[in-house]
């Protein structure tokens, strides 16, 4: 708007200070020329009683908000104000406990409303700045692993859960509660026999089928406490370094105990050494295997190692001896039964939940991995967003939001099945692998 079109209706609005349709339209002309001062002095007892209509209060205590003037401002907000504009008058106004309020009530009633600006300043604090003249750390590299270090390399911590948060896998439950759990909770039956409490545990299969969820779900299970090591913190580019992170690793769990120490992807430091031309790749495997032979010894009772891998054929064959990881366990992809159940928790508390036909996802996701259907679940979420965005409201999970879903998403343990098969039928040392064949016979996949 001009100038001249500008004073014409600020003239007319003087002769006429009740009439709201003019105010309107002048408030948001100065607003749009950022004269927010000036569109804040119209607003007198008559022009104030002229904006009885929520839409008309809204944009007075937009124009108050601009100039400084969040309590006069929230004083004119209708009942339902925009949520953007309540919660920042109530910011500026000093009222962050008000502020954060409101702000939940509304994500709660209305998660469309969800709004990330919003959030970071409701999460905005002070904090203080260390000035030039503050103390400097000083970092001297390839120093000695100690205890601390041994901390810092394990990942942090995690809420401990058992075999409830497991779904399926009830052989291989059954077989760690009578080999694992069992020993834990009967310390003193074990001892009389002379059975060991702790020792090693190799989980394998296909990527993605709980390998990891279930090392966590023992350690909760046996109440013992879960160190998970980070791999590519325990190898280190100096000489002997490795070596001694992992020494401090081992001697960290055997003063928590009881502790479960659990390795993911195992072949990283446990490699065939005849495969390997790095002499320090060799170190590590042989200090490892040093390592785990403490189990033999009464000071290590209480402390077991788990570890996972994709591939049990790259691992050196030494760590199959007796007293090392002797017992290993074949993690499958889930049966329809197991799918069920992994469905079930994975759409725990979600809206719709209980809507939807798990059973009928179930049947149609054969040879899926829990990961694949953690995604399928995940791109069915995904429609459920989008659409609960276009309507502005919360829109539940639907059916049709999975057969969706299952048309983008395909298993990803076919694979893996392929190349077990070859390694099961022709390099079945000991029957080792065993439980891959028959698993593939009664999938009719041998």
């Known amino acids: 708007m001009d100038d001249s079109t500008l004073d014409g209706l600020r003239t007319a609005l003087q002769a006429q200070p009740s009439n709201a349709a003019l105010l309107r339209l002048v408030l948001r002309a100065l607003l749009d020329r950022e004269e927010a001062q000036s569109a804040a002095e119209l607003l007198t007892g008559p022009a104030l009683e002229a904006l009885a209509a929520p839409e008309d209060r809204l944009l007075a205590a937009e124009v108050l908000g601009a100039t400084g003037d969040p309590e006069r401002a929230l004083g004119l907000l209708p009942a339902d104000p925009p949520l953007a504009l309540h919660v920042g008058l109530l910011l500026d106004a000093g009222r962050r406990e008000d502020a954060a309020r409101t702000y939940r009530a509304a994500v709660s009633a209305n998660p469309t409303l969800e709004d990330a600006d919003l959030a ?104 013992a406490q879960f160190l998970s090591v980070a791999i590519s913190d325990v190898l280190d580019m100096y000489i002997g370094e490795s070596e001694r992170k992992l020494h401090a690793l081992f001697e960290k769990a055997r003063q928590s105990r009881p502790s479960v120490l659990f390795f993911d992807e195992l072949e990283a430091l446990a490699g065939r050494r005849q495969y390997t031309r790095e002499a320090s790749s060799s170190k590590l495997v042989s200090q ?24 049990p054929w790259a691992i050196d064959p030494a760590f199959r001896r ?36 798990g059973d009928a996802v179930a049947r149609r996701t054969s040879g899926f991995s829990g990961a694949d259907l953690g995604a399928v679940v995940e791109a069915a979420a995904d429609r459920a967003i989008a659409r609960s965005l276009q309507a502005g409201t ?21 694979e893996w099945l392929t190349t077990a098969r070859n390694y099961a039928r022709y390099a079945n040392e000991a029957g080792q692998y065993d439980e891959v064949l028959a698993f593939l016979r009664e999938h009719g996949r041998a």
């Open 288 to 311: 490892f295997l040093s390592e785990m032979d403490g189990f033999q010894q009464s000071a290590n009772q209480g402390l077991l190692v788990l570890a996972a891998t994709n591939v």
């Open 322 to 357: 007796p007293g090392r990881f002797d017992r290993t366990l074949f993690v499958p992809p889930p049966d329809e039964k197991a799918r069920a159940s992994i469905l079930g928790i994975l759409l725990k508390d979600r809206p719709g939940a209980a809507e939807v036909d």
């Open 120 to 223: 970071a300043r409701l999460g905005a604090r002070e904090r203080a700045v260390a000035g030039p003249g503050g103390s400097k750390l000083r970092v001297i590299a390839n120093d000695d692993t100690d205890a601390t270090e041994a901390m810092r390399l394990v990942l942090p911590s995690e809420p401990p859960i058992d075999f409830s948060h497991v779904g399926g896998l009830s052989e291989v439950k059954e077989q760690i509660r009578k080999r694992i759990i069992l020993p834990f909770e009967k310390p003193t039956l074990f001892q009389r026999f002379r059975k060991r409490v702790g020792g090693g545990i190799l989980l394998y299969g296909p990527p993605g089928c709980g390998k990891t969820l279930l090392a966590r779900a023992t350690a909760g299970e046996c109440h």
């Open 394 to 414: 919360e829109s539940a999970l639907r059916d049709e939001d999975f057969r969706e879903a299952l048309t983008e998403v395909k298993p990803t343990a076919m």
